[in-house]
């Protein structure tokens, strides 16, 4: 059974950190690769950070670029969220996601790419 289990959320200042885990299980690490979204009260969830490249590079939302910077460890099969300066409108329930991977070049943007997700961790920023 394919599990994704997020880690990590909480109610942090405004220019705050926070580092999220995604602990993975029920599939081969090496063949997959995980997305990171989140959804704030009243949104459509949202896609800002996957890997690329065959897990080699990553991928930001203009939004979080410079202020995000995911990673993974394959030998625990788990990925990471680090989050710094964080802003209110950061606020969202995080979500890690995880498929396939497919052509070296691609990444995926789209809820609907992703196969599997977590449950989800709240990350509340105050001002």
């Known amino acids: 059974e394919v599990q994704l289990v997020e880690s990590g959320g909480g109610l942090v200042q405004a220019g705050g950190s926070l580092r999220l885990s995604c602990e993975t299980s029920g599939f081969f690490f090496d063949d997959y690769t995980i997305g990171w979204f989140r959804q704030a009260p009243g949104k459509e969830r949202e896609w800002f950070s996957c890997?690329?490249?065959?897990?080699?590079?990553?991928e930001y939302a203009e939004s979080v670029k410079g202020r995000f910077t995911i990673s993974k460890d394959n030998s625990k099969k788990t990925s990471y969220l680090q989050m710094n300066s964080l802003k209110p409108e950061d606020t969202a329930v995080y979500y890690c996601a995880g498929r396939r991977v497919g052509a070296y070049y691609t990444y995926y943007i789209s809820p609907s790419d992703y196969d599997d997700w977590g449950q989800g961790t709240q990350v509340t920023v105050s001002s």
């Open positions: 890997f690329s490249n065959g897990g080699s590079t990553a």
